[in-house]
């Protein structure tokens, strides 16, 4: 499984911008599948951002985050997406995309620890200007 991460930028306070996540092998190849994003500042441990099932069912959300940040997938182009409105300085870091071949339960372990991931894209950063 590959990863590729793009859509990152520089931006205001309060713009929005969407990220990209392009995926190649096995991710998207059944509803088993889970993606996420995740985000490090420099400095800090990285932090869960958002992560969906592929079957499109279940999402969870991080809680600095909720409200602002939409993620989705087109499953026939294989794609993560990662909507993100109402940015803040705080918001800024570099994103990464992930996948594990494991389905996301509602009411369940939201798995939202980077542990919880088998595959990395490479990073996309985003800054936010205030």
């Known amino acids: 499984v590959q990863l590729q991460a793009s859509g990152g930028g520089l931006v205001q306070t309060g713009d929005s911008l969407r990220l990209s996540c392009a995926a190649s092998?096995?991710?998207?190849?059944?509803?088993?599948?889970?993606m996420a994003w995740f985000r490090q500042a420099p400095g800090r441990e990285r932090e869960f951002v958002a992560n969906?099932?592929?079957?499109?069912?279940?999402?969870y959300y991080g809680d600095s985050v909720k409200g602002r940040f939409t993620v989705s997938t087109d499953n026939i182009k294989n794609m993560l997406y990662l909507e993100m409105n109402s940015l803040k300085p705080e918001d800024s870091a570099t994103y990464y995309c992930?996948?594990?071949?494991?389905?996301?339960?509602?009411?369940?372990?939201?798995?939202?620890?980077?542990?919880?991931?088998?595959?990395w894209g490479q990073g996309t950063q985003v800054t936010v200007s205030s």
């Open positions: 969906i099932g592929v079957s499109g069912n279940v999402k």
């Open positions: 992930a996948s594990r071949q494991k389905v996301l339960l509602l009411g369940r372990n939201p798995a939202g620890n980077s542990s919880d991931y088998d595959y």
């Open positions: 092998g096995r991710a998207f190849s059944t509803y088993t599948w889970t």
